[in-house]
């Protein structure tokens, strides 16, 4: 059955993955990190007390972005009848399994280069990524900020943030390298669903990853949301 998406813009609102001490430091990284109180743990599982209500914006967000020193070729709101828009929302979906409806709060689409730049590969210079805000209608357990990365040879979940925060910062926005002695999904507090690998600073690079995610050209592109 085909699901809806709701908008929530002024009346419809255009709105990726080694052992396992490797991924229990990771843990350790964001021991302090600010989190929605949203699932407690009890023998490892996360159980679920009381999730906080996403909180909307009282007005529409911007729908397009103009070119700056650090997100070069600006950014645009994708129609939301269109692929651009519907396709990362599928990514998301198939990442990080949910029941329910999304309700996409923001969404922008830029392209820039790989993280660090590339000069001999031409397709690395137009990497095609999305900022999606969003929460599922009627389980507010699973709210957040996602970060989907398209190239040549495919495209996925780059990395993830809680609901509850802005721009990009560390150590809000984990990434999740693959782990093959661990595929099993674990949950974390202040994030929708369930994450397979280790888990990492995405903004500034961890577990053996010394570059950050985002390169100095595109990170502004994530400026006021």
Not at 186 to 203: E, I, K, Q
Request: proline content about 11%; some cysteine.
């Amino acid at each position: 059955m085909r699901r809806t998406v709701t908008l929530l813009v002024a009346g419809a609102l255009l709105l990726f993955a080694c052992d396992r001490g490797a991924r229990e430091r990771a843990d350790d990284a964001f021991t302090n990190a600010p989190a929605p109180p949203t699932p407690s743990f009890e023998g490892g599982e996360a159980v679920v007390t009381s999730p906080t209500p996403p909180v909307t914006p009282a007005v529409a967000p911007e729908a397009k972005g103009a070119p700056s020193a650090t997100c070069e070729r600006g950014w645009v709101t994708p129609a939301p009848s269109s692929p651009d828009f519907t396709d990362p929302l599928g990514v998301i979906r198939r990442t990080a399994p949910v029941v329910g409806d999304f309700v996409v709060v923001d969404m922008r689409l830029f392209v820039g280069p790989e993280s660090p730049p590339s000069e001999d590969k031409g397709y690395l210079r137009d990497i095609r990524r999305w900022y999606v805000k969003l929460y599922v209608d009627g389980d507010w357990t699973y709210q957040g900020r996602f970060l989907v990365e398209q190239r040549r040879f495919g495209r996925g979940v780059a990395a993830v943030a809680p609901y509850d925060t802005d721009g990009f910062s560390s150590p809000d926005w984990s990434g999740f390298q693959w782990n093959s002695t661990d595929t099993t999904p674990h949950a974390y507090p202040g994030l929708p669903g369930r994450w397979r690998g280790t888990r990492y600073d995405f903004v500034n690079g961890g577990v053996g990853l010394t570059i950050p995610g985002l390169p100095d050209a595109v990170r502004g592109c994530l400026d006021r949301t």
